[in-house]
């Protein structure tokens, strides 16, 4: 007995594994291919009111994956995003602007090329998260969330005191416009490709997004990776992480750096879209609260920790209101859509939308996206298989 045992066991060892199915790989990537490819066409086919749409949801998609990653990955609460858009955005002005005088006061600029400058302005939002990383460390939950909340507040006092950097709450002042080898992605100079005259909003469809998939494939690379695995380990247990050997308060302050990187880059986005960076009158400006909120309705929608989900999670929260604005009069609806702003509706759609995710699907849109395709997967592999031959059992070999 013992004998045949370990001649199946050599035989299994021998044995080469079956190869594991690849063809919902290929479909998965044959599926974002074809959706690359098509967001490529659309300046050929829409108006520039529809790509300043778009632009504004890719916005919304670089800060969303990167908040996804600090809450749904690493498990800290931030409700600070809004104070790293800004950060990021001026850290731009100053990188690539040049020295100018407004009346009595000097805008200080560097006049660094723009390419330089994105990196810069990436950086420089990276090493403020980080330096929020002695207060992450030891703070969780709604603690940590009230905690990075004050930088929001700080950022609004910041941006009105240092009128020398953002040039002030009252009139701000104009981003140096990004280029790329001397190619502007402005109204600089006429291009047209195939007929199709590419002025500033074709041109900064295709940088948003060349910015929004290396985001994606970036964030991507991260959670498949070890800072991944650490991340999740801090997450799930911290304890239990550290016996592990992973580095506690190493793994925290990473994930706030990157998250902070990523709406460092999404502020830079923000200046761009705007042609202008202007800091908050009051704190539910552009950089207050409500972004913050909006975001973190991103990141819940979409499902806490999914990369894609946050992609979906924008295009409904930061989509909704400009499509209503874009198609009212189409609606006959009128500028204020029945009494209500295009910007109150939206309030109330995504408000609705994280209301039903708490209560009916936790894991957010990303979880119902995995049921349906577990529930295909379930019922392909339920189809009856082709008959085949049966093969002449060996001499010795009883198929009973």
């Known amino acids: 007995m013992s004998d045949v045992s370990d001649v199946s066991t050599a035989v299994r060892a021998t044995t080469p594994p079956a190869p594991r199915p690849r063809a919902g790989t290929l479909v998965r990537v044959g599926g974002w291919l074809v959706l690359l490819l098509v967001l490529s066409g659309l300046p050929f086919v829409v108006g520039p009111g529809l790509l300043s749409a778009g632009q504004y949801v890719m916005i919304g998609a670089v800060g969303a994956i990167g908040l996804t990653l600090v809450i749904g990955q690493a498990g800290q609460l931030s409700l600070a ?26 805008i200080v600029g560097l006049g660094l090329p723009p390419l330089l400058a994105l ?38 006092y910041l941006g009105q005191a240092l009128p020398m950097l953002t040039g002030g709450a009252a009139s701000g002042r104009n981003p140096e416009p990004f280029s790329l080898f001397g190619f502007a992605f402005s109204n600089e100079g006429y291009l047209a490709v195939l007929g199709v005259p590419f002025r500033a909003p074709e041109r900064l469809w295709y940088l948003f997004l060349a910015f929004t998939v290396i985001a994606f ?30 580095d506690v308060l190493r793994a925290k302050a990473g994930a706030f750096a990157v998250s902070a990187a990523y709406a460092g880059l999404s502020g830079v986005m923000v200046t761009l879209w705007l042609g ?20 973190l309705a991103m990141a819940i929608i979409g499902g806490l920790g999914s990369i894609p989900g946050a992609v979906v999670g924008a295009l409904i929260v930061y989509g909704t209101p400009q499509v209503l604005t874009l198609f009212a009069d189409e609606l006959g609806l009128g500028d204020t859509l029945a009494g209500f702003s295009p910007t109150v509706i939206s309030l109330y759609v995504y408000g609705i939308a994280v209301i039903a995710v708490v209560l009916f699907e936790p894991g957010g849109l990303a979880a119902i996206g995995r049921r349906i395709a577990g529930l295909s997967a379930r019922r392909t592999r339920s189809d009856p298989a082709p008959a085949t031959t049966p093969r002449p059992a060996p001499p010795g070999e009883d198929r009973s």
């Open 81 to 106: 995003h809004a104070f790293f858009l800004l950060v990021g955005g001026t850290s731009y002005a100053v990188l690539a602007g040049e020295t100018e005088q407004a009346g009595s006061e000097y």
């Open 119 to 156: 990196v810069g302005a990436v950086v420089i939002s990276a090493l403020a998260g980080f330096a929020f990383a002695p207060v992450a460390g030891r703070l969780t939950g709604i603690y940590l969330g009230v905690a990075s909340l004050a930088l929001v507040f700080l950022g609004f």
């Open 217 to 246: 494939l970036l964030a991507r690379g991260a959670v498949r990776s070890r800072v991944g695995r650490a991340w999740r380990a801090v997450r799930d247990h911290e304890a239990a992480a550290a016996v592990m050997g992973v």
């Open 276 to 295: 202008l960076l202007k800091p908050d009158e009051s704190e539910f400006g552009t950089y207050g609260l409500n972004t913050s909120i909006a975001f």
